[in-house]
Each structure stands twice: as C-alpha cells, then as structure tokens.
C-alpha cells in the first residue's frame, strides 16, 4: 500500500519528536493518526520548525497520554489561517496624461492649480483697471489718437 507524500511527511515529524523529547515517544499508529491534524497546520502556513515548538515547548513534567496531549495541542494551538490580501483597487489614473491620481484628485499636469492669493489680487485690479480705461475711451475722456496701443 502507497502512503501519500504529505501524509508520510507528517508521519515522520511525529515520530521525529522522540529524539528532541524522549517523553513524546509514539508509535507508527498513533503518528499516522495524528498526521492530518499536521496537514490541517502546513495549510495553514506553519513551518515544521513552529509545528515542533508548538508541540513541544512548555510540557508538563508528567505526560499520562502522549497521543492525548499531541492531539490537544495540534487542535488548540492550531494556527489560523492569514487571509490572502485582496487585490489593490488600480489606482486611478489621468485619462489625458495617464499620470497617476490620488483619490478625489485632479491631475496637475493637465489642469493647472487655483491661482494663488497675490495673483486673484493682480488679476483683480488689472480688470477694474481695464474697465477704467475702457470707459474714459468711450466717455471721449481721452482721444482715441492719443494712445496707438489702444
């Protein structure tokens, strides 16, 4: 009879911890009966060395059940499983230029910032002062020959 790779793979973990812990001695039997419990762990991403520190560390001086105890801390130290990180949003993006967008934002290559404080105050006064000019022309205040710019 052919055992499968995983499950001889467990197996012989379990029967490995005898030589790191002579009082966690099993035989063929119990180790191929405990041997899913260590695939439900590599599943869950715990590397042997974690397996065998879980199993190991901290044992009480009188084990009655070597079986017994293995079994209790392969289901109660069972690790959880991470979840697989969900895939990014893809970032929003400008759709003249391409260049990437922070959320809610607007790209600052194709449309040019709000004008600053001094600049509105500029361009405030260069439109009374062109108002001005236009209404003395037309008022006749000054002669139309007067300023060839104009």
Partial sequence: MSVPEQLRSATE?????????????????EAMRLAPLVGQWREAGASDAQL????????????????????DRLRRKLPVRAPSPEPRPPRPECADCGAPLAPGSRCRVCVPPPPTPEARGFRAAARRGRALAREALAAGAVPGDACPAI
């Fill in 13 to 29: 973990l379990l029967l490995s911890l005898g030589t790191r812990e002579p009082r966690l001695t099993l035989g063929t039997a």
């Fill in 52 to 71: 065998r520190e879980a199993l190991t560390g901290g044992l009480p001086a009188h084990i009655l059940s070597q079986p017994g105890l293995l079994a």
